[in-house]
T-cell receptor, first 111, second 111 residues
Framework: GEDVEQSLFLSVREGDSSVINCTYT??????LYWYKQEPGAGLQLLTY?????DMKQDQRLTVLLNKKDKHLSLRIADTQTGDSAIYFC???????????FGKGTRLSVIA | SQTIHQWPATLVQPVGSPLSLECTVE??????LYWYRQAAGRGLQLLFY??????ISSEVPQNLSASRPQDRQFILSSKKLLLSDSGFYLC??????????FGPGTRLTVL
């Protein structure tokens, strides 16, 4: 069945790197996503990666995909207090099927 | 550019009262539209999605319903609210199913 798992909490010091991990179960996923949610707000699409890619980098964000282990990670370099939020991993199959979301990882950045 | 609106931003309703939440998208045509509920500030639950006018798929049987009277309008309704309907309701849209964008959300409190 469809399932996306994430750890619930992560705490890092300002300036350090953050790594948020995610595992998924369906090997036929075509796209994998990372969303950010700040308190009281909707979800903001940060980045996504196509399943035939291993890595995608966008400024401070690096996404790594290990298809063999069905493992996705989001690395945030030089983490800032403004990065404190809940980060959701999501996967999508082909066509118009809705995204399947994990429960989110709450990132706390300590100054 | 595309924008998505949700109305109202916050709502407090008594148990047993009706509900109508509205979502509208601007700047695109024939979007896929989605309703999610987020309880207790965590995990997203897909409620309904629509690939066209009058086409609604329900993911979770409950006392909520959805309608799409116009191409870029998606409405979430209930005839009688329950306490368990409290939560943060998020509308989202996509065009090709690859990128999915979220609205600002509606905070519903049922007393």
């Amino acid at each position: 069945g469809e399932d996306v798992e994430q750890s619930l909490f992560l705490s890092v010091r300002e300036g350090d790197s953050s790594v948020i991990n995610c595992t998924y179960t369906d090997s036929s996923s075509t796209y994998l996503y990372w969303y950010k949610q700040e308190p009281g707000a909707g979800l903001q699409l940060l980045t996504y990666i196509f399943s035939n890619m291993d890595m995608k980098q966008d400024q401070r964000l690096t996404v790594l995909l290990n298809k063999k282990d069905k493992h996705l990670s989001l690395r945030i370099a030089d983490t800032q207090t403004g990065d404190s939020a809940i980060y959701f991993c999501a996967e999508r199959y082909s066509g118009n099927t809705p995204l399947v979301f994990g429960k989110g990882t709450r990132l706390s950045v300590i100054a | 550019s595309q924008t998505i609106h949700q109305w109202p931003a916050t709502l407090v309703q008594p148990v047993g009262s009706p509900l109508s939440l509205e979502c509208t998208v601007e700047g695109t045509s024939n979007p896929n539209l989605y309703w999610y509920r987020q309880a207790a500030g965590r995990g997203l639950q897909l409620l309904f999605y629509s690939v066209g006018i009058g086409q609604i798929s329900s993911e979770v049987p409950q006392n909520l319903s959805a309608s799409r009277p116009q191409d870029r309008q998606f409405i979430l309704s209930s005839k009688k609210l329950l306490l368990s309907d409290s939560g943060f309701y998020l509308c989202a849209w996509s065009v090709d199913g690859r990128e999915q964008f979220f609205g600002p959300g509606t905070r519903l409190t049922v007393l």
